[in-house]
Each structure stands twice: as structure tokens, then as C-alpha cells.
């Protein structure tokens, strides 16, 4: 299981300069995709994907992607299979600093992107949380909320330039709401 959640960093990296909203058509007119971040409100421009990612024996991962011009969210998260084409309703959590008692079953990453094609990740995971409130596996819709808090790397030396114009040191997504979002199953091979 753990095992799922680092490869979505690779594998969510290619997906998003991949898929395009015509991927998942999100054709509900109750469908929404709405946060703040840093205090502003913020909507989605493009739902690039929603997937449930289903691997025989290892388990699965939901993953929510979209963006607007300027900054893309990914969500992530993970969870034992289910006989079901869905995740179990609750929360998941990503922490920092793990103890035996807090299992961090989710990522999330933004990511800013630029006119001249450029995209820039530099803020990784302090906190967050996703819940999936409810989730039709017949209709293949999902619901939930989210809410994470991304803060700059410190390693200096790991940062290549890509604009001139500054981001914040701290990305707080407060308010996330997802409502009827159309989901694809994907059913990978072990």
C-alpha cells in the first residue's frame, strides 16, 4: 500500500502535461470544482482527470486533477481495494512527520504554470485532509471536500528558475469542495 502514494508523484507529473479536459468531460451541470487559496477564491478552468486507480493486491488511488491558467491541483489518496468501483467514505490524511499512530494516506501538490509553457512545483506537503462524503460507483460521481497546506522547499540548491515572478513561501487551500465529479476506473496489472 505504501508503495502507491510515491509513485503518484511520478506518475501524476505525467498526466497532467498529458490529459485535457475532453479526457473526462464532466457533462453534470451539478458537477463543481471550487477552494480558496491564500485567502482567494479559486475555480478550476479544466478538470484534466478524475481517476480511481484499482491495482489487484496492492490496493487503490483516487486521484483529482485540474487547473486554470495559472496553477494546477493535484489530489491524491489511498486506500485498501474495495469490491466496489469506489473509495470507502472518510477521511484521509497527509502528515508530515508520521508517529505509528497517524497514517498518511494522501498527497497534494500545486503547481504553477506559465505562458511560455513552463510549469513550476516547488511547495511541498505539510497538512491536508480529503473527504470523500459520498461516492456513486454505479454513476461514477464523487463528492467531498479537502482542505491542505503546501510550503516552499528550503533546499536552495534544488531550485531551477523558470520565471522571475515570485510565489508565496506557504500555499494554504482552505474551503475545497468537489461535488458529482465524473470518475474513470482504471484497473492496472500487477
Request: net charge negative; glycine share 4%; hydrophobic share 35%.
Amino acid at each position: 500500500m505504501k508503495k502507491i502514494l510515491p509513485i503518484a508523484l511520478l506518475v501524476l507529473s505525467v498526466v497532467f502535461t498529458a490529459c485535457s479536459s475532453d479526457d473526462n468531460n464532466n457533462k453534470d451541470p451539478e458537477s463543481s470544482f471550487s477552494a480558496t487559496i491564500n485567502g482567494k477564491e479559486w475555480k478550476p478552468t479544466k478538470i484534466n482527470m478524475v481517476t480511481l486507480i484499482k491495482v489487484p493486491g496492492s490496493g487503490q488511488r483516487f486521484d483529482i486533477n485540474v487547473q486554470d491558467d495559472s496553477i494546477l491541483l493535484a489530489l491524491a489518496c489511498e486506500s485498501e481495494s474495495t469490491t466496489n468501483d469506489a473509495m470507502p467514505l472518510k477521511q484521509y490524511n497527509f502528515f508530515e512527520d508520521p508517529t505509528d499512530t497517524q497514517v498518511s494516506n494522501a498527497l497534494f501538490l500545486n503547481t504553477y504554470l506559465y505562458a511560455n509553457g513552463n510549469s513550476l512545483t516547488e511547495h511541498f506537503p505539510v497538512s491536508g485532509k480529503i473527504t470523500i462524503t459520498s461516492m456513486d460507483a454505479s454513476k461514477k460521481t464523487v463528492s467531498g471536500t479537502f482542505s491542505f497546506r503546501n510550503e516552499k522547499s528550503q533546499d536552495e540548491g534544488a531550485k531551477i528558475k523558470v520565471t522571475t515572478t515570485p510565489t508565496p513561501t506557504v500555499v494554504e487551500v482552505t474551503n475545497g469542495v468537489f461535488t458529482n465529479l465524473s470518475y474513470t476506473v482504471i484497473k492496472a496489472q500487477q
